[in-house]
């Protein structure tokens, strides 16, 4: 499909592109990487009228440690995190997560801050172009019905990022700025549940940064996704671990899930049937199972199906098991 015309800007700072989002409010598009929008733009899936490429803003591609730990520009690739020794080995579910996603292209184009912007993902919504003949439009495309529940009420689309789940169980930060000032707000809370309008930030927000909090002595990470191809594919599930042990103890436990829903879910019973217990078989099994009951009640979603509870099951398991065996 043949892209719609549209204005497109550059600026050289951050005062300069937030007038832009403020003169076209609700009419502009941030570009990133551009492995999402221009590719959304070319399936007529968006219709942005004017495109506000960050690329020249200054600052927003570093990464440094400072005393709240390593931050990121928004426009690191995923490449250069995937390549980095410090995220490696401090921040191993992350690194593993940047590793799973898409191809090494679309790594080294791909940004950090786009990656956690992308919208939510659905087989019907995102082929309605081209099935429109076939379907009436779904909630996502200006419609009324859901394909993937029939008969709900709601956009039931998942939000599929790979870097969510890890970032969100790492209880990492992310600065946004607008006109009025800048904020510093938990990764988490960039995510409304809403399938059609997934993230927190407004039309004149920019999300410019994130922060990963430093790791303390005995803690590991781990990620883990089930997907139908090994390369390109988004994951159909994903599950993030954050374990501290202690002693054979498990002191903190962070457990979130991907992909089945419009936002992260963080399972808080799971947390806290793991929280002060000597980690053996039994409670992982056990948890595990937990873990898919408390996905379908906190979700809300009738997408959480019997397969879907089988992913979860056994997503859970892998990266619970793989947290306490690994070296904090």
């Known amino acids: 499909m043949k892209m719609k015309k549209f204005y497109y800007f550059e600026p050289e700072g951050f005062a300069t592109a937030l007038a832009l989002l403020a003169e076209h409010k609700g009419r502009a598009k941030i570009l990133a990487g551009g492995t999402e929008l221009i590719p959304q733009m070319k399936r007529g899936l968006t219709f942005p009228e004017v495109i506000i490429n960050l690329s020249r803003v200054p600052g927003l591609r570093e990464m440094k440690e400072g005393p709240e730990g390593l931050s990121m520009g928004a426009l690191v690739t995923l490449g250069v995190l995937e390549r ?48 429109e003949r076939a379907f009436a439009p779904c909630f996502k495309r200006g419609g009324k019905k859901c394909y993937v529940v029939p008969g709900d009420k709601t956009c039931h689309a998942s939000l599929a990022a790979d870097t969510i789940p890890i970032l969100v169980a790492l209880e990492a930060k992310a600065k946004v700025v607008s006109l009025k000032g800048e904020k510093t707000i938990p990764v988490e809370n960039l995510f409304t549940g809403n399938g059609i309008r997934p993230h927190s930030l407004s039309p004149v927000e920019i999300l410019t940064e994130i922060i990963l909090p430093l790791q303390e002595k005995g803690m590991s990470s781990v990620y883990r996704r089930f997907s139908l191809r090994k390369a390109i594919d988004f994951p159909l599930a994903s599950a993030a671990v954050c374990l501290k042990k202690k002693e054979g103890f498990c002191e903190e436990a962070r457990v979130v899930l991907g992909a089945v829903a419009s936002r992260p879910l963080r399972l808080a019973l799971v947390e806290g049937a793991l929280k002060g217990e000597e980690i053996r078989e039994q409670i992982l099994q056990e948890c595990s199972r937990q873990a898919s009951e408390e996905a379908l009640r906190i979700s809300k979603s009738g997408r959480i199906d019997s397969f879907s509870k089988t992913m979860i099951t056994c997503l859970v398991y892998q990266t619970l098991k793989r947290a306490w065996l690994a070296e904090g």
């Open 84 to 131: 980095s020794p410090l995220i490696a080995s401090r921040y191993p579910g992350l690194h593993e997560a940047v590793g799973h996603l898409a191809v090494p292209a679309i790594r080294n184009a791909g940004t950090i801050g786009g990656n956690i912007c992308l919208d939510t993902k659905c087989i019907y919504g995102d082929q309605m172009q081209t099935w």
